[in-house]
């Protein structure tokens, strides 16, 4: 049970971080403002209006600090939902734990860290893709002897279904970019059986449940024969597909929010039934806004009736053998199996993105699901279906204004405050190595330790990498 | 006969869900309209300055970050300022109801929430033509 959460200051967001831990949740999963997504600090002109509105503003170790004030992090798992500063984020975590005096070598956790999927569904990319895969095994390859239980990539489906993919698409061009990873750190010298299993997953639960129970199988298995097929993997650890599961929030209503909890509550089991290890269920309030404490509560008891209410959980795919099941998974694999290998023929997930190829299956087929509920052939209730009149809903969470004003102070407090001669030393030395094959996380961790800003580390890496435009088609 | 109504639809601030914006694009031009798309992470003065060089009729901006008292007023202002209010700006996303009457003091026309029919879409911008 981890649930996704984060809003305005590190301060407010360490408060709802306690709560969750005093109501039974296992882990913490941080969500992080548009602004420190994308590498820009709140003082960035770019950052006006959007700073602490999806998630907690990061701009230094000082946030950092503060995000994670007693709470153990010997003692917690922590997923981040970060992506192309993914090393500078991970580093500032380092950091504070090394304050909290626990090493490195004990932190459990996640980065999402999967630049492919922001190039065609989520959007927060800053380099262009070359640049970025060397990023990735460069944090691959420091994980593995320095921070050895850490999940080093969230290989991500949840963000193609939600741009509008399907089952089958979520699951090819998933594993498509799985495999562009395992082969980018193949060649960068690591053995495959030396990070595979630090490999972790991230897939949607939509509502067609059966499909859905038969996605997560097939993706299991086609995972497990391309490791050990293609990429000759011999530990049975390398073969294995952990993943983490999050109910779909476009799937959710505006309209009567309320039925959002039944939604979820059948995602939530189709994801459990399908074998996912952990799970983020939504709240009925999110087609509307960041959701409030109440509703919060709903979505993690969901879990927890699911978990220890209904028995559900007493035995390992516990639909395997059901005939429907099994049909579905072979066709859901088949299908994905065709799309990876169109992949493959066009030069893998990275050129297929660069071709547009990937970002157009998906766009047609979220215009075709919008016009099969305008038909009528798929049903949404509340929606399309059982209507009624009602009012705007009220007590929506709102991130006040002041949010960002309070980050302005306290960043410029840091870079009052700090010693700005270490900062541009730092930074000197981050630049000149971005230049050279030399793994880039030690000179990143050296810098968030001097209070360097997240926005200065990320514009010294924009003068060596550029940046990435995205394409329309 | 006249010519086709021009729309440009934009994602003004820093947010990548682009889906409901591709979609409403995709369903504009099946309408019979021109339509260009921004792409992601526009600001405020791209987004004017792409309306007066495609001389465009409308503006749909798509925002699900939270953004949208900031940006969308912005835009407004900065129509006036290039005296093109007469482009008419319409706008989606996740956007509460209650902060819907300050849009509309800003000038914004019509707000579309989730769920809204594509034909809803469609018949705004023909009626308002």
Redesign the interface.
Known sequence: MRQYAGFGTAEETNERYQYLLNNGTMGLSVAFD??T??G?DSDDA?????VG??GVAIDTLADMEILFDSIPLDKVSTSMTINAPSMVLLAMYIAVAEKQGVSAEKLKGTIQNDILK?YV????YIFPPKPSMRLITDIFKYCKDNVPYWNTISISGYHIR???SDAAQEVAFTLADGIAYVQAAIDSGLDVDSFAARLSFFFNAHNGFFEEIAKYRAARRMWAKIMKERFGAKKQKSMMLRFHTQTGG?TL???QPENNIVRVALQALSAVLGGTQSLHTNSKDE????PTEDSVRVALRTQQIIAEESNVTDTVDPLGGSFYIEKLTNEIEKRAMDYIKKIDDMGGAPQAIENGYIQQEI?KA??DY??SI?SKENI?VG??KHQIDER??EN?L??DMSVQERQLKKLKKVKDERDNDKVKAALKTLKEKAQTDENLFPYVLDAVKTYASLGEICNTLREIFGEYN?K?F | MAGKIRVLIAKP???????GA??VA??LKDAGMEVI?T???Q?PEQIVNAAIQEDVSFIGMSIL???H???FPKVMKLLKENDCDNIKVFGGG?I???DIPFLKENGVMEVF???T???EVVKFVKENA
């Open positions: 548009l602004p997504q994308i820009y770019l950052s006006e209006g959007e509105k999806v922001e569904a989520r959007g927060t939600e741009a509008g476009s209503t505006a309209q087609a509307l806004a960041l766009q979220a215009y919008q016009k305008e949404v929606v399309n705007p809903p929506l709102k991130v995205q329309i | 601030g820093l947010d990548g869900h682009d889906r591709k979609v995709q369903a798309y792409g992601l992470r600001t970050s939270g953004a008292n900031t940006l996740v509460p109801a209650d929430g989730p769920g029919p594509l034909t």
